[in-house]
């Protein structure tokens, strides 16, 4: 046998106080004890081991480091816990290992670790022992001025899979480091102040996109090592740009390495086969009733904003964790409700320690129903998030815009319907990746029409998505005209800039980011009426609508959108104010694929409409937007 073969190993007696809070549910760091972790005590130093297995017969540690031999390192039992250790001396950094754990039963099951900072790259299962300090962060600036109140500031978000956003020959992939070249630099030229990511935790099949975890603490090796990933955050936060990380607290794969019948029982998910099941999706939800589970989900969420400085988390499916019955199968709570209890309690709880931590970060629910007060504070009544996104703006919006002109004006409500519930919530409008998936189409290919009416119909709904209360999110590819859907084992069609159309749609939507975060009327009071008015929402014969959004001092913009191919040359809008309006913006530029040459102005008179004593004319485009606004402005602060 060689030297690794024999692998020394030894036991320590503390941990019982860790234990004890990670089966109470209130060990918001177990990241800093649990899995695997250099020990260094007087002449003893080595890895210190450690996994929660609470009905496991027998445990023991296996890989590189003792050539993988089954039985060579045995775990002791924390006395009085379900959790087991051991150190193991000459282990070295990105030594593979997993747990060979023996049930109740004599089965046996090899696993990764649940708490491992680094995984082998797919289709390898095994976990990575891995120094997660040490990296040199140079973004204190950016997480000293980080805002602990977005709410009044522009957010545009540019949703990626880092899998496909670019693709070099023979589809690899570009790493972490990579992309801290290449993504940034594109994601700050195009004027997002943040990008969110599809999940990055470390999972086995690239077609679940990332929503089948098998290592929660672990981002995915397919790119590079955790520093990498350190290195690609630190690279947004220098370019000031923020990072938001797609997160699943929902459910988890079955994959037999990871979390499934951790240790031969049922562990992270329910012994309630109805509740465990995740039908929809052949996954297993977590069961939210038991402490460990807490402490596990809680932690982690704490841990990527320890470690990797990121902004904010994006939970995915929280409606499924709101509901036993949103799966469709029947299920009741104690009380005979829909609703998870032990779920609800969750969430509140996890809210309330990451903003205690992290007071500047975005927690953000994609969730769909009615369920009140979602973004509003735990004192309010609420779940505790600060965003929310709007899933009704998105599906009234596009089912709207895929119509044929034609036939808009009989489903006139589905563009101001949204206007009736918009200050209900902090939203985040999100015109996401499961928008262009699964037959539904790319957002280009939704919009009717031939080829130019498409453009124009996508323009038209940027420019509407902007001028609308709420936050933005865009999927990549939707800012140049991806045509085909979304394929995450491809790369974007980034050829199409090579066509005058998608260079011109490009263009468009960097400059539209680029007045969004120069304009206060779009984004500064962005969660109430105060920041709101419309001048003409009842045109539904000729799908017109028009509003003014308002900044802190009074001054406003006018928002007009004419949803039809019918060009209104001479359209009376009411005005509050006497004067001259320029027109900021018009999404029928001919610089952005329109037939609009020149930037006009409109001088008020004194006719009235939509009850306003002073109205403009102006030469509404077909297909278009326009944002105008008074020449003489009453500001009592700059830009």
Same mark, same amino acid.
């Given at each position: 046998?060689?030297?690794?073969?024999?692998?020394?190993?030894?036991?320590?007696?503390?941990?019982?106080?860790?234990?004890?809070?990670?089966?109470?549910?209130?060990f918001?760091?177990?990241?800093?004890?649990?899995?695997?972790?250099?020990?260094?005590?007087?002449?003893?130093?080595?890895?210190?081991?450690?996994?929660?297995?609470?009905?496991?017969?027998?445990?023991?540690?296996?890989?590189?480091?003792?050539?993988?031999?089954?039985?060579?390192?045995?775990?002791?039992?924390?006395?009085g816990?379900?959790?087991?250790?051991?150190?193991?001396?000459?282990?070295?950094?990105?030594?593979?290992?997993?747990?060979?754990?023996?049930?109740?039963?004599?089965?046996?099951?090899?696993?990764?670790?649940?708490?491992?900072?680094?995984?082998?790259?797919?289709?390898?299962?095994?976990?990575?022992?891995?120094?997660i300090?040490?990296?040199?962060?140079?973004?204190?600036? @950016?997480?000293r001025?980080?805002? &602990?109140?977005?709410h009044?500031?522009?957010? =545009?978000?540019?949703?990626? %899979?880092? +899998?496909? !956003?670019?693709?070099?020959?023979?589809?690899?992939?570009?790493?972490?480091?990579?992309?801290?070249?290449?993504?940034?630099?594109?994601?700050?030229?195009?004027?997002?102040?943040?990008?969110?990511?599809?999940?990055?935790?470390?999972?086995?099949?690239?077609?679940?996109?990332?929503?089948?975890?098998?290592?929660?603490?672990?981002?995915?090796?397919?790119?590079?090592?955790?520093?990498?990933?350190?290195?690609?955050?630190?690279?947004?936060?220098?370019?000031?740009?923020?990072?938001?990380l797609?997160?699943?607290?929902?459910?988890?794969?079955?994959?037999?390495?990871?979390?499934?019948?951790?240790?031969g029982?049922?562990?992270?998910?329910?012994?309630?086969?109805?509740?465990?099941?995740?039908?929809? @999706?052949?996954?297993?939800?977590? &069961?939210?009733?038991?402490?460990?589970?807490? =402490?596990?989900?809680?932690? %982690?969420? +704490?841990? !990527?904003?320890?470690?990797?400085h990121?902004?904010?988390?994006?939970?995915?499916?929280?409606?499924?964790?709101?509901?036993?019955?949103?799966?469709?199968?029947?299920?009741?709570?104690?009380y005979?409700?829909?609703?998870?209890?032990?779920?609800?309690?969750?969430?509140?709880?996890?809210?309330?320690?990451?903003?205690?931590?992290?007071?500047?970060?975005?927690?953000?629910?994609?969730?769909?129903?009615?369920?009140?007060?979602?973004?509003?504070?735990?004192?309010e009544?609420?779940?505790?998030?600060?965003?929310?996104?709007?899933?009704?703006?998105?599906?009234?919006?596009?089912?709207?815009?895929?119509?044929?002109?034609?036939?808009?004006?009989?489903?006139?409500q589905?563009?101001?319907?949204?206007?009736?519930y918009?200050?209900?919530?902090?939203?985040?409008?999100?015109?996401?990746?499961?928008?262009?998936?699964?037959g539904?189409?790319?957002?280009?290919?939704?919009?009717?029409?031939?080829?130019?009416?498409?453009?124009?119909?996508l323009?038209?709904?940027?420019?509407?998505?902007?001028?609308?209360?709420?936050?933005?999110?865009?999927?990549?590819?939707?800012e140049?005209?991806?045509?085909?859907?979304?394929?995450?084992?491809?790369?974007?069609?980034?050829?199409?800039?090579?066509?005058?159309?998608?260079?011109?749609?490009?263009?468009?939507?960097?400059?539209?980011?680029?007045l969004?975060?120069?304009?206060?009327?779009?984004?500064?009071?962005?969660?109430?009426?105060?920041?709101?008015?419309?001048?003409?929402?009842?045109?539904?014969?000729?799908?017109?609508?028009?509003?003014?959004?308002?900044?802190?001092?009074?001054?406003r913009?006018?928002?007009?959108?004419?949803f039809?191919?019918?060009?209104?040359?001479?359209?009376?809008?009411?005005?509050?104010?006497?004067?001259?309006?320029?027109?900021?913006?018009?999404?029928?530029?001919?610089?952005?694929?329109?037939?609009?040459?020149?930037?006009k102005?409109?001088?008020?008179?004194?006719?009235?409409?939509?009850?306003?004593?002073?109205?403009?004319?102006?030469?509404l485009?077909?297909?278009?937007?326009?944002?105008?606004?008074?020449?003489?402005?009453?500001?009592?602060?700059?830009?």
């Open positions: 046998m060689t030297e690794r073969d024999e692998a020394k190993y030894f036991y320590i007696d503390d941990g019982e106080l860790d234990a004890y809070l990670f089966h109470e549910g209130t918001y760091k177990a990241y800093e004890f649990m899995g695997a972790h250099p020990y260094k005590k007087g002449r003893k130093k080595g890895h210190r081991f450690v996994v929660w297995a609470p009905r496991a017969r027998e445990v023991y540690l296996t890989g590189d480091f003792n050539q993988w031999h089954e039985w060579s390192l045995p775990m002791e039992r924390i006395p816990s379900g959790i087991w250790s051991i150190v193991v001396q000459d282990v070295q950094d990105y030594d593979k290992y997993k747990y060979r754990i023996i049930a109740e039963t004599g089965e046996v099951r090899y696993k990764a670790d649940p708490f491992a900072f680094h995984a082998g790259t797919r289709p390898e299962t095994d976990s990575k022992v891995y120094d300090k040490g990296f040199n962060w140079q973004d204190r600036e @950016w997480m001025t980080r805002k &602990d109140n977005l009044n500031s522009p957010v =545009s978000i540019y949703e990626v %899979n880092l +899998l496909s !956003w670019k693709m070099k020959e023979e589809a690899v992939p570009y790493s972490y480091r990579e992309l801290a070249d290449e993504l940034v630099r594109y994601v700050k030229k195009m004027g997002y102040t943040h990008i969110e990511l599809m999940p990055v935790a470390e999972h086995p099949l690239d077609a679940s996109w990332g929503y089948q975890v098998t290592g929660y603490f672990a981002p995915t090796s397919r790119f590079g090592s955790p520093k990498d990933f350190m290195y690609l955050v630190d690279q947004c936060h220098q370019n000031d740009i923020g990072v938001i797609d997160w699943v607290p929902a459910h988890f794969t079955r994959d037999d390495h990871g979390l499934a019948r951790f240790d029982t049922y562990c992270f998910e329910s012994l309630d086969r109805n509740r465990a099941e995740n039908d929809q @999706w052949g996954t297993l939800n977590f &069961d939210y009733s038991k402490p460990e589970v807490l =402490s596990f989900l809680i932690s %982690n969420a +704490l841990y !990527w904003h320890d470690y990797y990121i902004d904010g988390l994006r939970i995915d499916a929280v409606a499924y964790m709101l509901y036993l019955d949103f799966g469709g199968r029947d299920i009741r709570n104690q005979g409700g829909r609703e998870n209890t032990e779920a609800i309690e969750f969430i509140k709880r996890l809210n309330s320690i990451i903003f205690e931590n992290y007071p500047g970060t975005m927690m953000i629910a994609e969730e769909s129903t009615a369920w009140p007060k979602v973004s509003h504070p735990l004192d009544g609420g779940l505790g998030f600060n965003y929310k996104w709007n899933m009704g703006w998105m599906n009234d919006t596009l089912k709207y815009m895929e119509l044929d002109p034609i036939y808009r004006k009989d489903h006139h589905a563009l101001t319907f949204s206007m009736m918009a200050f209900s919530e902090r939203f985040i409008l999100p015109l996401s990746h499961d928008e262009v998936v699964h539904k189409r790319s957002l280009l290919d939704k919009m009717p029409g031939f080829y130019e009416d498409k453009f124009a119909n323009r038209l709904l940027y420019q509407y998505m902007y001028a609308h209360p709420g936050k933005k999110l865009l999927f990549m590819g939707g140049f005209g991806q045509f085909i859907e979304w394929r995450e084992y491809e790369g974007l069609d980034w050829h199409l800039l090579d066509y005058e159309m998608h260079q011109k749609l490009h263009k468009y939507v960097k400059d539209l980011n680029k969004y975060k120069e304009e206060r009327c779009l984004f500064e009071v962005d969660t109430s009426y105060d920041g709101f008015q419309w001048i003409e929402h009842q045109n539904w014969q000729e799908s017109i609508i028009s509003f003014e959004r308002i900044d802190k001092d009074g001054n913009l006018v928002c007009i959108f004419n039809t191919p019918v060009p209104r040359p001479d359209y009376p809008i009411g005005v509050l104010e006497e004067g001259t309006y320029r027109t900021v913006f018009t999404s029928d530029h001919q610089r952005y694929g329109g037939n609009t040459k020149r930037i102005s409109y001088k008020t008179s004194d006719e009235e409409f939509h009850d306003r004593p002073y109205s403009i004319r102006v030469e485009p077909p297909l278009g937007a326009m944002y105008l606004k008074l020449k003489e402005e009453k500001r009592t602060g700059g830009k």
